[in-house]
Nanobody, 117 residues
Framework: VQLVESGGGLVQAGGSLRLSCAAS????????MGWYRQAPGKQRELVAA????????NYVDSVKGRFTISRDNAKNTMYLQMNSLKFEDTAVYYC???????????WGQGTQVTVSS
């Protein structure tokens, strides 16, 4: 499974961005997916996760009400809609996928999100 993120960039505080994660390869094996982020000097944290069918999602408290995770399995793509962005949302955002059965984790290369205050 290969994951490629896109959609990052520079945005002013209060603005919006939409990240995409396109999966290729053995996409049939993908179960849950999620978005992680890592800010300079901090550990990587889970931002949002979504189950295989998209019926269940969860978010870190700091983004609840502002970010929305979704996936289109027909397009093998996951999204993260980020609204009301804050300076502290600045980080490299990574796409993650978990393989059903083996529970192997796959990672994208990351996309930089920079929010100017």
């Amino acid at each position: 499974v290969q994951l490629v993120e896109s959609g990052g960039g520079l945005v002013q505080a209060g603005g919006s961005l939409r990240l995409s994660c396109a999966a290729s390869g053995s996409t049939f094996s993908i179960n849950a997916m999620g978005w992680y982020r890592q800010a300079p000097g901090k550990q990587r944290e889970l931002v949002a996760a979504i189950t295989s069918g998209g019926g269940s999602t969860n978010y870190v408290d700091s983004v609840k009400g502002r970010f929305t995770i979704s996936r289109d399995n027909a397009k093998n793509t996951m999204y993260l809609q980020m609204n009301s962005l804050k300076f502290e949302d600045t980080a490299v955002y990574y796409c993650n996928a978990v393989s059903s059965g083996s529970f192997r984790r796959y990672w994208g290369q990351g996309t930089q999100v920079t929010v100017s205050s």
